[in-house]
């Protein structure tokens, strides 16, 4: 059976606000809205002074969809009822009349942390949208894939321009795919011809209070680490080699596993200081965000690290790892 498109064309709307579904439960909504930093109108009953923050269209997608559709902004406590607002009035505008899966909205508000420690954004743009459109009219999308096809149409679009609601899934997909094999032969390429001349670490890998922490030294580093932690570090390799704020990658490691990836950027010098490093971004797999503990002891490891680079003689070259 053909999966069921949620994305059919906006249609004009009534300017009266509609009513909720018969039998449907919104009360979830009604006890979001206490506890968000929302002004209601004391005029009227709280459920209807709810409906009026929605445009019709937006309360019909709310009363149609699941709540389950809304959990990655309900249970994220740096988003408000303002994003739901935002977020569902962003959907009817680009056509669609149910909400997305949770999976979904759950992989783009997770991306949309430029740093872990920055607030982060429901969908909204044009591009996001048209993803989500062509996932959700296709029917299961592992989010593998989906990451795959959004790395894919952000590192492309300034020169290819972006997807369009005219194309397939499968097809977007396999264009992703062609791409991400062709930055996989060009990194097989360099582990073939030893090519892997990285940077400079004022450190080799070293234990840190019940972790093994590993410079990626290089862009096959960064690959592998990308790939074993679903992100896209590897896109990220010209930060590695700036002349101002350089960045540095490292491993955290549990027990000879992968647990989570550190940077540290360097602050550049002033007032006849040296310039610093510190902790600037840390994600789990998938870019889930780490816990204040985690962030906590790798502050202190950037604080240990920016020592040892100001020791005469620490700063080592990156050395090829088999």
Not at 222 to 248: F, H, I, T, V
Not at 311 to 316: E, F, I, Q, W, Y
Request: hydrophobic share 35%; net charge positive; proline share 6%.
């Amino acid at each position: 059976m053909a999966a069921l498109d949620t994305t059919r064309a906006h249609q004009p709307t009534s300017s009266l606000t509609p009513s909720v579904a018969a039998g449907k439960d919104v009360d979830w909504l009604l006890r979001y809205a206490r506890h968000g930093p929302v002004k209601l109108d004391t005029s009227q009953s709280e459920s209807t002074a709810v409906k009026s923050c929605f445009t019709p269209a937006a309360w019909r997608l709310v009363c149609r969809s699941p709540r389950d559709s809304f959990l990655p902004i309900l249970n994220n406590r740096r988003l408000c009822f303002d994003s739901l607002v935002h977020y569902t009035q962003a959907l009817v505008e680009n056509g669609f009349q149910l909400a997305p899966s949770s999976e979904l909205l759950d992989y783009f508000i997770q991306s949309s942390y430029y740093f872990f420690d920055r607030m982060p954004e429901v969908p909204d743009s044009q591009e996001d949208m048209t993803l989500l459109r062509l996932a959700t009219r296709h029917g299961v999308v592992s989010r593998k894939d989906f990451q795959r096809v959004h790395a894919w149409n952000a590192w492309t679009r300034p020169d290819r321009g972006s997807v369009t609601t005219r194309m397939t899934w499968p097809a977007v997909l396999r264009r992703a795919n062609d791409w991400h094999l062709r930055q996989q032969l060009v990194v097989e390429h360099a582990k073939a011809n030893n090519n892997n001349a990285g940077w400079h670490f004022a450190c080799g890998a070293l234990p840190w209070r019940g972790y093994e922490i590993t410079p990626l030294a290089n862009d096959i580093d960064l690959w592998d680490e990308g790939q074993a932690m679903s992100n896209c570090l590897y896109q990220l390799r010209n930060l590695c080699q700036q002349a101002k704020e350089p960045s540095r990658f490292f491993s955290v490691k549990m027990n000879g596993r992968r647990y989570a990836t550190l940077e540290l950027v360097r602050d550049p010098p002033h007032a006849h200081m040296h310039g610093r490093w510190r902790l600037q971004d840390l994600r789990l797999s998938h870019n889930r965000m780490p816990s204040e503990g985690l962030v906590k002891m790798l502050t202190d490891f950037g604080g240990h690290y920016n020592t040892l680079s100001q020791r005469p003689g620490r700063a080592t070259k990156a050395q090829a790892r088999p």
